[in-house]
């Protein structure tokens, strides 16, 4: 058995037992949405049906609708795509990393983390398809035998690499989120009054019946995709990183960055982590489960991962000057002190003095200041990524062709709209899926909870 | 000479698992153990074989591996080369950095959906499978034992009783 020393604070807390965990669990499924949830529910189904609208348009159109032009090609568009799948690290890593290092509590956030990983990588995915003009031959980027000769895809290029990658990651993401999703699925079938409920419960759940020997092979399961899952996301945001790492522009030919974007990836996951948690576990009353212990966790994830972006930032500085490079050195003086230097100082804000307040245990203890963080972490990312794009790009090496970049209410409103997409699939995930890894974590009650501590106090 | 089930039902994972092996001691076989969570020992408790499923993963992963290879080979080497950023076309070898990350995915990739389906298929896991435990409370916070009676119910039941079951309940099959 897992052994856990008394010191250590409780991961569950008010005395619960294994019926109790089931039964709260099962409450959000089995109850009625109240106000909030439809408030919510309806703004974020607004915001997507707003942002459908411009997509709709964009398709019908062209591109020509956004902003950008000849000297932006990637403006809005791309910093969505890699501030969405940034935002989708976090869960892999809460679900995959955690279990290689067996941090128990990664078992009550694992599940909301993973909805919102697969939720995220949705909405990145749109924008990359959407770009490409047409994007009902979306398919192209395949290797399939066409009719245009012997034609094949460049599998020297890092765009077409990033296809592989956001592929592999969305399915496998999917699957070993559904596999823990079985056990659960089934316990909500077992306790259904509804007919219509049980049946649908019981598809869902596939006929899980918690044989021994299907636990065993459960096991090995999450234990091998976890192993396939660490090297994965740190694979896909280095990909989306050579997006830029393997082009010659001063601003985007670094070297450093795959290790930058994988921690920008997973800091920026977990601020929007906690940014849904702290609400959700307010909303579905998880809190005995998502204790101030795991909040404060995440906020150390964030601090040290926000600490080495910051340590990137200046790395690249550095070696701008460093490397003796004239058009080096001027891409990130401009970046500092050029038109879009209000972007570059939010950026350096957000991401770099925000997180350093985390070194207060009052201030990571806190949910305000948390909520309050988790969302400056989350403006502060966009901007990183619209600070690389953009103001590499903006001047580049013919000061004729010089420009600016600004949204149209386009660009604006698709960005809204995948906002929307995405709350509107987590508030259904919300209500109708288990958010809590519940036979997981009941592994726990004997060795994590309150009464098992005050058990081993006496 | 009717058959009949035996179901013997814990509330306790360390007392099943307790059970199982002083059952087990007595030389009577344990058809099968319904738990809410995976109990960690019961599997070698109940004498089950290891599973092979990881081994499985790494052949699938493999064959997703060379795949890949024979795939950018074919396509970017043999049937229609092509310079590209000045990358070398020539020769699979020297053309390798550049196929690196897609054949990572394509290993990831195959490892882990085929040893899903390997997981689905050996389980019997598929929408509309119906093999549900003999108790429902077996998915909330009951640990169920069936053990398989040829005339010997009585002491069975005893057995069970004894070994700190909370409930027995006997069944007949055909």
Known sequence: MHYESPIREPLILEDKTLHDITEDVARPIEGKANKWWWALFLFSLSAFLWGAGCLAYTAGTGIGVWGLNKTIGWAWDITNFVWWVGIGHAGTLISAVLLLFRQKWRLSINRSAEAMTIFAVVQAGLFPIFHMGRPWLAYWVLPLPNNFGSLWVNFNSPLLWDVFAISTYLTVSLVFWYMGLIPDFAMIRDRAVKPITKKIYSILSFGWSGRAKHWQRFEELSLVLAGLATPLVLSVHTIVSMDFATSVIPGWHTTIFPPYFVAGAIFSGFAMVQTLLLVMRKVVHMEAYITIKHIEYMNIVIMVTGSIVGVAYITELFIAWYSGVEFEQYAFLNRATGPYWWAYWAMMTCNVFSPQFMWSKKLRTSIAFTFFISIVVNIGMWFERFVIIVTSLHRDYLPSSWSMFSPTFVDIGIFIGTIGFFFVLFLLYARTFPVIAQAELKTIVKSSSTQSKNKAHE | ?174
Request: glycine share 6%; hydrophobic share 45%.
């Open chain 2, 1 to 174: 000479m009717s058959k009949k089930v035996i179901y013997g039902i814990y509330d306790d994972d360390d007392v099943i698992l307790q059970a199982v092996k002083d059952i087990r001691e007595k030389g009577v076989h344990i058809n099968e153990v319904y738990s809410p969570f995976p109990i960690h020992g019961l599997d070698h408790a109940l004498g089950l074989k290891p599973t092979r499923l990881a081994i499985t993963s790494f052949i699938y992963g493999c064959t997703g591996l060379s795949l890949a290879l024979l795939m950018m080979w074919y396509m970017m080497i043999q049937d229609w080369p092509m310079i590209i950023g000045g990358k070398p076309n020539f020769s699979l070898l020297q053309n390798l950095p550049a196929f690196v990350p897609i054949t990572f995915e394509m290993t990831v990739f195959f490892a882990a959906h085929l040893m899903v389906l390997t997981y689905l298929i050996r389980c019997k896991l598929y929408p509309g499978s119906d093999q549900k435990s003999p108790d429902p409370r077996t998915t909330d916070d009951m640990f169920l034992m069936e053990i398989e009676a040829h005339g010997n119910e009585v002491e069975i039941v005893a057995l069970i009783k004894e070994t700190g079951a909370v409930e027995v309940k006997e069944e007949k099959i055909a």
